[in-house]
């Protein structure tokens, strides 16, 4: 079977056309996994950030092993002092905790 000229004028025309529609799939899954997966997670991140670095001496936290204890000192480098018994202190890694139980008061001045 031969094409037509009237059929192959017509194919010629919407090439363009079809080249901008299957991009504007793939865009919007690209916003969708941006939205669902990308964003909230950046989110997360930045309120883990902002809890570890208002962690002061007297906070109950909970380290991502579990570990329930009580701040102690807060050292340089990201380390954090933790009593976990009476007499028994750990040395962690600040972004290992991974939730604030209580917060302490701050000092009146």
Do not use: C, N, W
Not at 10 to 23: R, W
């Amino acid at each position: 079977m031969f094409a037509t000229p009237a059929f192959a004028q017509a194919a010629g025309a919407s090439s363009t056309s079809a080249l901008a529609g299957s991009f504007i799939p793939l865009v919007l899954m690209i916003a969708i996994m941006y939205f669902l997966l990308i964003r909230p997670q950046q989110k997360k991140l930045k309120d883990h950030k902002a809890m570890v670095e208002a962690l002061r001496r007297g906070d109950q936290v909970v380290t991502q092993g579990g570990i329930l204890g009580k701040v102690t000192k807060v050292l340089e480098d990201g380390i954090v002092e933790i009593e976990i018994a009476e007499g028994v202190k750990v040395r962690v890694v600040k972004s290992t905790i991974s939730q604030v139980v209580s917060k302490t008061e701050p000092a009146a001045a």
